[in-house]
């Protein structure tokens, strides 16, 4: 099979001597390819690319026939630019608000937002929002104690950082401390905070009464 197009000749030699040339023109046609331009796409918005709707990056290529007969082949390159994904994690103590972006949470959940990416591409920024719960402290009952009686307030153990309102002199970060109260009514506060930065209040309620005086002490004497 002729591989290209040329003119050919063929001698014959009869039996009685003579001879005679023949002449033929071979015309071989050839395939051709065709390289269209290439396409570019984002990720998860898939075209068409030779009839296939895809968003999967690479060569593609269609064979036809063309007009002499022969295979022909298109080819064409989809490129897919990436979608950028951001994601951020935030916490936040119960009770307390945390604004991000153009929102208020006040509770758990994710939030997201699309923006324009510099590659032409939708951008999409998420943040996820974990709310921690409150320590679990509650006051003790009302304390009942005697004037110039020195009185030991205990908080709860566990805790990371313990303050005491009002405050205790030599003692920043004690979770006991030892009181003598000097008025009837006194209250002292006491604010933990824990591992997470949560915090809780505690409130210790004491009513002092005078020492018992037998000269004070009255007993009836008609029954």
Do not use: K
């Not at 409150?134 to 009302?142: E, F, G, N, Q």
């Amino acid at each position: 099979m002729p591989a290209i197009t040329a003119n050919y000749e063929v001698t014959v030699t009869f039996s009685n001597g003579c001879t005679a040339v023949l002449m033929a023109a071979i015309n071989v046609a050839q395939p051709d390819t065709t390289l269209l331009p290439g396409l570019t796409t984002c990720e998860g918005e898939p075209v068409n690319v030779l009839g296939n709707t895809t968003d999967t990056p690479g060569i593609y290529s269609l064979p036809l026939q063309n007009a002499s007969g022969c295979d022909s082949i298109i080819y064409q390159n989809l490129a897919v630019l990436p979608r950028p994904f951001t994601e951020e994690n935030f916490a936040f103590c119960a009770g307390d608000t945390l604004f991000i972006l153009d929102t208020a949470l006040t509770q758990s959940g994710q939030l997201c937002r699309s923006y324009l990416a510099a590659n032409g591409c939708d951008s999409l920024y998420c943040v996820n929002a974990t709310t921690f719960a409150l320590p679990p402290v509650s006051d003790p009952d009302t304390i009942f104690t005697t004037t110039g009686q020195p009185v030991v307030l205990t908080g709860p153990d566990g805790y990371v950082t313990y303050t005491w309102i009002p405050a205790v002199p030599n003692c920043p970060n004690c979770p006991s401390v030892t009181i003598t109260p000097d008025s009837a009514y006194t209250e002292y506060q006491l604010f933990v905070t824990d591992a997470n930065g949560c915090g809780g209040l505690v409130a210790f309620r004491l009513l002092t009464f005078p020492p018992r005086d037998a000269q004070r002490l009255r007993i009836p004497n008609a029954f």
